[in-house]
């Protein structure tokens, strides 16, 4: 089989945005929270995507955030920027604002809401990697946006120069390795629990909600499949499956059981923004205790 290409690296976290108590943004936290990222096992990092809270952070906080964790990283980890909005406009518009800023590529989300046919969906695509020198990476997550990227749609956008990319959230395993097969597009696993599934199949990594918390564990499961010991690779992805069924799929947003368990840590975080509540106590102490299982697994 052919190895497919990794534009953006092969670890990348989807990161939250850290805020002070008070709701601001807490750019030195972001820089120390995007050190330790790279520094344990992250080579790229997805900056404002939803984890990132972009619903509720204005267009200047997103250029303030890529450029304060590109000072704190330099070249070591490539940065995807979120973009994606519902206005064709607006995207193209934070497309140019991300390459100024600094980040190595974008990422760009289905317009959402107005639930547009394909055809326009395609050219919504087209006209943000238009718009700016970036290479784009497309963002399929129907689940909250309402509109897939049909296949055959993700295969004529193959065609473009600067779209390279796919964050895979459509929970569709067969029309993503039809897209595999058929374009030498890099696709990354956007959901934690499909991050071995997808590598064995060809993916070129993933975007890690979980990785906020463990990227040397996420890391690991994709080095050991790399060294050809599926064994200990799918070992290490069901280790991780109780801590990432409660960080991803027990009811809560990624972004919110994230900052729970960050700051229970330490680490930076802060505040979620409304319309987002924070976990409760009781919650935020189950996932520390999946937390130290997992370390001790």
């Given at each position: 089989?052919?190895?497919?290409?990794?534009?953006?690296?092969?670890t990348?976290c989807?990161?939250?945005?850290?805020?002070?108590?008070?709701g601001?943004?807490?750019?030195?936290g972001?820089?120390?929270?995007?050190?330790?990222?790279v520094?344990?096992?992250?080579?790229?990092?997805?900056?404002n995507?939803?984890?990132?809270?972009?619903?509720?952070?204005?267009?200047?906080?997103?250029?303030?955030?890529?450029?304060?964790?590109?000072?704190?990283?330099?070249d070591?980890?490539?940065?995807?920027?979120?973009?994606?909005?519902?206005?064709?406009?607006?995207?193209a518009?934070?497309a140019?604002?991300a390459?100024?800023?600094?980040?190595?590529?974008?990422?760009?989300?289905?317009?959402?809401?107005?639930?547009p046919?394909?055809?326009?969906?395609?050219?919504?695509f087209?006209?943000?990697?238009?718009?700016?020198?970036?290479?784009?990476?497309?963002?399929?997550?129907?689940?909250?946006t309402?509109?897939?990227?049909?296949?055959?749609t993700?295969?004529?956008?193959?065609?473009?120069?600067?779209?390279?990319a796919?964050?895979?959230?459509?929970?569709?395993?067969?029309?993503?390795?039809?897209?595999?097969?058929?374009?030498?597009?890099?696709?990354?696993?956007g959901?934690?629990?499909h991050?071995l599934?997808?590598?064995?199949?060809?993916?070129?990594?993933?975007?890690?909600?979980?990785?906020?918390?463990?990227?040397?564990?996420?890391?690991?499961?994709?080095?050991?499949?790399?060294?050809?010991?599926?064994?200990?690779?799918?070992?290490?992805?069901?280790?991780?499956?109780?801590?990432?069924?409660?960080?991803?799929?027990?009811?809560?947003?990624?972004?919110?059981?994230?900052?729970?368990?960050?700051?229970?840590?330490?680490?930076p975080?802060?505040?979620?923004?409304?319309?987002?509540?924070?976990?409760?106590?009781?919650?935020?102490?189950?996932?520390?205790?999946l937390y130290?299982?997992?370390?001790?697994?």
């Open positions: 089989m052919t190895i497919r290409r990794k534009p953006f690296g092969r990348l989807a990161m939250i945005t850290p805020f002070t108590e008070a601001a943004l807490d750019l030195e972001a820089r120390r929270l995007a050190d330790r990222l520094a344990e096992g992250c080579d790229g990092l997805v900056l995507g939803t984890t990132g809270e972009s619903p509720t952070t204005t267009d200047a906080e997103k250029a303030e955030l890529i450029a304060a964790v590109r000072e704190a990283v330099g070591r980890a490539a940065l995807v920027a979120g973009v994606g909005t519902a206005d064709t406009r607006h995207t518009e934070g140019r604002a390459e100024k800023a600094g980040a190595d590529g974008v990422l760009v989300v289905t317009p959402y809401y107005s639930r046919p394909q055809e326009a969906v395609e050219a919504h087209r006209q943000v990697a238009d718009a700016s020198g970036l290479p784009v990476m497309l963002y399929d997550i129907p689940g909250r309402g509109t897939r990227i049909e296949p055959e993700m295969i004529r956008l193959a065609e473009h120069p600067r779209i390279v796919v964050k895979d959230c459509s929970y569709d395993f067969l029309g993503t390795q039809k897209v595999l097969a058929r374009t030498e597009l890099a696709y990354y696993a959901c934690d629990e991050v599934a997808l590598y064995a199949v060809g993916a070129a990594g993933c975007v890690s909600t979980v990785a906020n918390a463990v990227p040397g564990r996420v890391a690991a499961i994709l080095d050991a499949f790399d060294a050809g010991d599926t064994i200990r690779a799918t070992e290490l992805q069901l280790n991780a499956m109780p801590l990432i069924e409660a960080m991803t799929a027990a009811g809560l947003p990624g972004t919110v059981t994230a900052k729970a368990l960050l700051g229970r840590l330490g680490l975080a802060g505040p979620v923004r409304p319309p987002l509540l924070p976990a409760t106590h009781d919650t935020t102490d189950g996932l520390r205790a130290e299982q997992l370390l001790a697994a």
